[in-house]
């Protein structure tokens, strides 16, 4: 049976959603990285990492407009950026024209075998259903040369070994436990080598994490 082409995928409600909410976003995390010294932390050991293992480029996996692709090109780390919504694409090419920004899904990378020195995806796994996140982490691992690094950030949750949905803002997301998502990066390959976890900070409401991951020979 063909299905009802009229019924939105999920992939669709997060595109159509960040689509609308792209302009709103872009204005809420003006000035957040100066905020976050955490943030600004994990980034500066991904990016020396990255530096000292060559010349390479990084790609910033559901970049939105662009805020962390930019930070990580002025820690001298040539990035570039790839997300799913137009609109995020059409903001991010805008603040940035110096830099290079794609439509794309993480799904389906259009990126070679071994293509990038290092990836980002910063709080933009977490719309995806867990059951298709291993998938992910696999395309991760496949575009991603050897002695390459990966950094992910997202929402965590304290109870062990899960993985549960929360009224995101903008549309259903998910938070992990650190040990379920390292796991799952372990069986896609990779070697799992720093964790950090924060509490929330007064205005949030969960645990934020970060994981450090790079593909071994
Ligand atoms: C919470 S925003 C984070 C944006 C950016 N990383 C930042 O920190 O400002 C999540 C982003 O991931 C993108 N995204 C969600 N699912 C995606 C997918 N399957 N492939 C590519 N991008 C995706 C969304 O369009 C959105 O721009």
Not at 29 to 53: C, S
Not at 98 to 115: I, P, T
Not at 141 to 167: I, K, M, N, S
């Amino acid at each position: 049976m063909v299905g009802n082409r009229n019924v939105p995928t999920d992939v669709d409600i997060t595109r159509n959603a960040y689509d609308d909410i792209a302009g709103v976003y872009t204005e809420f995390v003006k000035g957040h990285l100066d905020r976050a010294p955490h943030d600004r932390a994990m980034l500066a050991v991904f990016a020396e990492l990255v530096r000292a293992n060559g010349s390479g480029a990084v790609a910033d996996i559901g970049c939105g407009p662009g805020r962390m692709t930019a930070h990580l090109h002025s820690l001298g780390v040539p990035t570039f950026g790839i997300d799913l919504s137009p609109e995020m694409i059409a903001i991010a090419r805008q603040q940035y024209p110096e830099l290079s920004f794609e439509e794309g899904s993480m799904e389906q990378l259009a990126l070679g075998d071994a293509s990038v020195r290092g990836l980002v995806a910063w709080y933009s796994l977490i719309h995806l259903p867990p059951e298709r996140v291993p998938d992910v982490l696999n395309e991760f691992y496949r575009v991603l040369e050897v002695e390459g690094h990966a950094l992910l950030a997202f929402f965590a949750t304290h109870a062990p070994d899960t993985v549960e949905p929360f009224d995101h803002k903008v549309t259903r997301a998910y938070r992990w436990s650190v040990e379920r998502l390292a796991a799952l990066l372990r069986d896609a390959g990779f070697t799992v080598h720093t964790r950090m976890i924060r509490e929330p900070a007064p205005d949030e409401r969960f645990q934020q994490a970060y994981l450090l991951v790079s593909k071994l020979r």
